[in-house]
């Protein structure tokens, strides 16, 4: 059975080692990292980190509370899909050597509300933004287009309304 | 604001936790640590390893239920370190490292002697920290006494680069340190007293297991009356022995893969089962489908972490054990009378005792292991104290020897590590110099850390080791001759060494009790004369330690014979 993704926000102390602690605890489980995002916060002595790895509901509860229980791990959610935004970013270098394939991908990357970030004779770099699906569904079109290289950002995310970390 | 160097702020923080003592061995890299002890009356007890270090620092706290601390230097003596640390970190036992670190601007250079010990520890520590100044000292070690030993206590390291030590910087020691992610849970949740008291209320067969937080957390007493109240009969994890005295009427003994019969048949037959600062590990569960299937589980525990980690529980109390148990006493009292000692549970109980009464096997051609445990005890004040190695010594300690009060039965439970039961008594004895230690050791445990002989002669710290000496890895063979059609293989340890000029050669006395009565007479000595000693009890290669209940099986279906 495919495992569900699951999203984990955190609230940390932004110094040195806290990353290696919580990446730790899910390395001892055997959970590869789907993504991970950090970032300071208005007061730069703390960082705001969004984990999504595909795990058993039931574990990850647990190692939410074994998260909790970090001293640098000042807050810890799990967010529930339903209640949360999500976004990712991707950089995506195209080749358009071929002027049909370079038309095909302007209109791909017009459909995705993407930005095109630089223009050369042969290869064009676009940035989309979306939900992680979203910029799966986008990558799968651009594919047979010919993708030069890509790099996707990790999912960051907020709940809904008025609930806060 | 004071101006001083690293070291000087080190020790006077260690002054200001009010330590007299720490378990040490100096290297190049904690040196200026070391050198400040000469102004200092913190007592330096070298141990002649590091493991020894941090295992007398568990012994002492596990003994004293203040902070042990232990030192060492960088590289080499930091990851000696590690196997005490962990242990003491799974057993929940309040011990502080401070281990020393290659200079700042040598770091990640794979500097002589150079050891990341801040990744090395990572997981298997409370918390950790290097410190990167000298005014970072006094902050760092406030931080570490009061993160190892609170809430769910544990081992704390701290690294201290040697340049930090000897640099001068104007600096203050705070009365109090705090920090946005630590949080504790001590007073319980009135609504979980609720509904556990609620629970225990209809129960007809109530149980208590009670687990080392009900030490840790001095709870002893609130367990005895929540037991009397409810007629409860009560068992103990490995390592919550000492909880309620063995010879209590409602103490069933140990539970798990070497628990008693009684216990582990009453744990399936009991309708509430109230597990107290218990993590349910596998060795005390069993087979975790199988565990104490017809009873409602209600777990109390500190660490909500720990709350339906292993096993599924009906209700839950997170908060300090003393607490806990006392406000769900004040709830029972309005709500239930006192149990019966007549009541048809209790009469099971006894049933089961009387069923499964161990018999006295003769000590013929050999010792008999549980009657060397027992003579032991016959011998020993009633407040002394014992620690085990592990293995079947353990085991059958565990089993035969009383025990009557809380702190008075060390043991390494979750590791499981060998050599850690001596060095433990040196610790417990620094503790307690009043009292009579005795390591209850195998011969290959002993083995691992007999070096602690030079520290015990020389520190003056006497203990009694008691080896129960079967030439093999006791339980390694055991489970040999069960599981693996007696296919030894790295088992036997053959005649070497004669322990007896063993202990003679570092100075302490050593006997090699041949019939019941030399093994009297050496227990007395022993205990009498306060030196360092050891006792080596030949016993049979052959015996196995039982009840047993074979890995992967439920509690109920322990073997009592092979
Ligand atoms: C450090 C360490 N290494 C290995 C083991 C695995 N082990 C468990 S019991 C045991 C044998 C212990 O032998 P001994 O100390 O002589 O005690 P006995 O079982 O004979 O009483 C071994 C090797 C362990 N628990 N700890």
């Known amino acids: 059975m495919e495992m569900p993704i699951s999203t984990i926000a955190f ?5 040195p080692g806290v990353l290696f602690n919580v990446t730790n605890l899910f390395r001892r489980r055997g959970f590869n990292i789907e993504s991970i995002t950090v970032g300071p916060l208005e007061n730069p002595e703390l960082a705001r980190m969004t984990v999504s790895v595909k795990a058993d509901a039931k574990i990850i509860n647990q ?3 074994q998260l909790d229980k970090m001293v640098d791990v000042i807050k810890v959610k799990r967010l529930d899909p339903i209640r949360t935004v999500m976004r990712e970013m991707v950089l995506i270098k195209l080749n358009t050597i071929d002027p049909m394939s370079r038309e095909e991908a302007l209109r791909c990357v017009n459909e995705y509300h993407g930005l095109i970030l630089n223009i050369e004779p042969d290869s064009i770099v676009v940035e989309v933004t979306g939900e992680p699906s979203t910029i799966d569904e986008f990558i799968r079109k651009v594919q047979p287009l010919g993708v030069i290289e890509l790099s996707r950002t990790g999912v960051t995310a907020l709940e809904k309304g008025h609930l806060k970390l | 604001m004071v101006y001083m160097t690293g070291a000087e702020a080190f020790i006077k923080s260690l002054e200001k936790e009010k330590v007299d003592i720490i378990f040490g061995l100096s290297g190049g890299a904690i040196l200026p640590i070391c050198d400040a002890f000469n102004d200092s009356d913190i007592r330096f007890v070298l141990a002649r390893h590091e493991q020894g270090a941090a295992h007398m620092a568990d012994g002492y706290a596990r003994a004293s239920g203040r902070i042990g601390v232990c030192l060492a230097t960088s590289g080499p003596g930091a990851t000696n370190l590690v196997t005490g640390i962990a242990t003491a970190n799974i057993d929940s036992s309040p011990v502080v490292a401070f281990t020393g670190q290659v200079p700042r601007d040598m770091i990640g250079r794979d500097a002589f002697q150079e050891v990341d010990i801040i990744g090395v520890s990572a ?12 005014k970072e000292i006094p902050r760092a070690v406030k931080a570490a006494f009061h993160i190892s030993n609170t809430g769910r206590k544990g081992s704390v390291l701290v690294d201290i680069p040697k340049d930090v030590q000897t640099l ?13 992610g630590y949080r504790f849970f001590e007073e319980p949740d009135p609504r979980e007293l609720d509904w556990a008291a609620t629970l225990l209320a209809r129960a007809q067969k109530p149980m208590i297991m009670a687990g080392g937080g009900v030490i840790a957390s001095n709870a002893s007493s609130e367990l005895l009356k929540l037991a009397e109240f409810m007629m409860a009969p009560v068992a103990t994890t490995l390592m919550g022995k000492g909880a309620i005295p063995s010879d209590h009427p409602l103490y069933a003994g140990g539970c798990g893969m070497h628990g008693t019969c009684e216990a582990n048949s009453l744990i399936g037959e009991a309708d509430v089962l109230l597990v107290v600062g218990a993590r349910f590990s596998d060795r005390t569960t069993g087979s975790i ?9 209600i777990h109390i525990d500190i660490d909500r972490s720990e709350i339906d980690k292993n096993v599924e529980t009906v209700t839950r109390v997170v908060g300090d054990a003393k607490l806990a148990l006392n406000g769900i006493l004040k709830r029972l009292e309005k709500v239930r009378r006192t149990g019966s000692p007549e009541s048809p549970w209790l009469k099971r109980m006894k049933e089961f005792r009387e069923q499964y009464a161990m018999s006295e096997s003769k000590d013929n051609p050999h010792f008999k292991a549980p009657s060397v445990v027992k003579t032991l005890r016959k011998f020993l004040p009633r407040n002394a104290i014992v620690t085990t190695e592990v293995g079947q010594c353990q085991m059958w300690a565990a089993l035969y020897f009383d025990t009557y009060a809380p702190r008075t039965f060390l043991t390494s439970g979750g590791l499981g590590t060998m050599g850690w039961g001596f060095p ?3 610790g417990a004895k620094a503790a307690r110099p009043d009292v009579t230690v005795v390591d209850i050791a195998g011969d290959g445990s002993f083995g691992m850390t007999e070096n602690s002989l030079a520290t015990s002669v020389e520190e003056d710290l006497p203990v009694i080791v008691l080896i129960l000496n079967n030439r093999m890895l006791g339980m390694v063979a055991q489970w040999q001759r069960l599981f693996y059609g007696r296919r030894y293989i790295a088992a036997k340890l053959g005649k070497t060494p004669d322990f007896v000029k063993l202990a003679e050669a570092y100075g302490a006395v050593g006997f090699q009790p041949g019939n019941t009565v030399e093994l009297e007479k050496a227990i007395k000595e022993a205990v009498d004369s306060e030196v360092t000693t050891v006792i080596d009890v030949p016993i049979d290669p052959e015996e196995n330690v039982f009840p047993m209940v074979p890995p992967g099986r439920g509690l109920k279906d322990f073997l009592v014979e092979a």
């Open chain 1, 11 to 15: 609230l940390v102390e932004n110094k």
């Open chain 1, 63 to 65: 190692i939410v509370e």
């Open chain 2, 123 to 134: 997981s298997i520590t409370k918390y950790n920290i290097q410190v990167r100044r000298p």
């Open chain 2, 168 to 180: 001068s910087e104007e600096l203050d020691f705070p009365e109090k340190v705090s920090f946005k």
């Open chain 2, 289 to 297: 489908q199988e565990f104490s299937t017809n009873s409602k589980i």
């Open chain 2, 424 to 426: 433990a008594a040196i």
